[in-house]
T-cell receptor
Framework: DSGVTQTPKHLITATGQRVTLRCSPRSGDLSVYWYQQSLDQGLQFLIHYYNGEERAKGNILERFSAQQFPDLHSELNLSSLELGDSALYFC?????????????FGEGSRLTVL | SQKIEQNSEALNIQEGKTATLTCNYTNYSPAYLQWYRQDPGRGPVFLLLIRENEKEKRKERLKVTFDTTLKQSLFHITASQPADSATYLCALSLYQAGTALIFGKGTTLSVSS
């Protein structure tokens, strides 16, 4: 158990809909990262928050947004969903903002868009 | 363009043998290189981190090498066991601010008894 909690574990929705994925980092970790994993693309970095502030942005679509709240949990919002958004979405946390240590990953949220 | 390449095909070995996985990168100057293990449908789990000024790192049956001249890391599992069967991901950490851990697509290892 990594200590990172993601909900929901599975989500099935229709094209055009909006969903919210939630992540609670390990106790004491200030950094939260979101990654998307599909079969053909591997793990793709989406966005990084450190103590409530956005620190880095990767290949995140404009239809996607995220935030980190004062209690350090984070939410990833996906809107106007398309079939191609079906993937595993992982949240990871780490102690620091700089990439000098390991990431602790949650078990992921599997999104299926029909 | 920037790329991270791992053995694209699955690696099948017999129990007790040493598994060697390769991670090559181009047009990156990583500060650190990390290896993760991922089981089907689960999140990646950290295994080892090696810094650019380190040539080799060991942890129990695992060994990682890092050659910044060749732009390559090798990941070895000695005395492999069926329980080692999983996908292994290498990941680069760059010096640049505003970047995050960049992952390769992984190599699937299958150890048969």
């Amino acid at each position: 158990d990594s200590g990172v909690t993601q909900t929901p574990k599975h989500l099935i929705t229709a094209t055009g809909q909006r969903v919210t994925l939630r992540c609670s980092p390990r106790s004491g970790d200030l950094s939260v990262y979101w990654y998307q994993q599909s079969l053909d693309q591997g793990l793709q970095f989406l966005i990084h928050y450190y103590n409530g502030e956005e620190r880095a942005k990767g290949n995140i679509l404009e239809r996607f947004s995220a935030q980190q709240f004062p209690d350090l949990h984070s939410e990833l919002n996906l809107s106007s969903l398309e079939l191609g958004d079906s993937a595993l979405y992982f949240c990871a946390s780490s102690v620091e903002g700089a990439m000098t240590g390991e990431l602790f990953f949650g078990e992921g949220s599997r999104l299926t868009v029909l | 363009s920037q790329k991270i390449e791992q053995n694209s095909e699955a690696l099948n070995i017999q129990e007790g043998k040493t598994a060697t996985l390769t991670c090559n990168y181009t047009n990156y100057s990583p500060a650190y290189l990390q290896w993760y293990r991922q089981d089907p449908g689960r999140g990646p789990v950290f295994l080892l981190l090696i810094r650019e000024n380190e040539k080799e790192k060991r942890k129990e049956r695992l060994k990682v090498t890092f050659d910044t001249t060749l732009k390559q890391s090798l990941f070895h599992i000695t005395a492999s066991q069926p329980a080692d069967s999983a996908t292994y991901l290498c990941a680069l950490s760059l010096y640049q601010a505003g970047t995050a851990l960049i992952f390769g697509k992984g190599t699937t290892l299958s150890v048969s008894s």
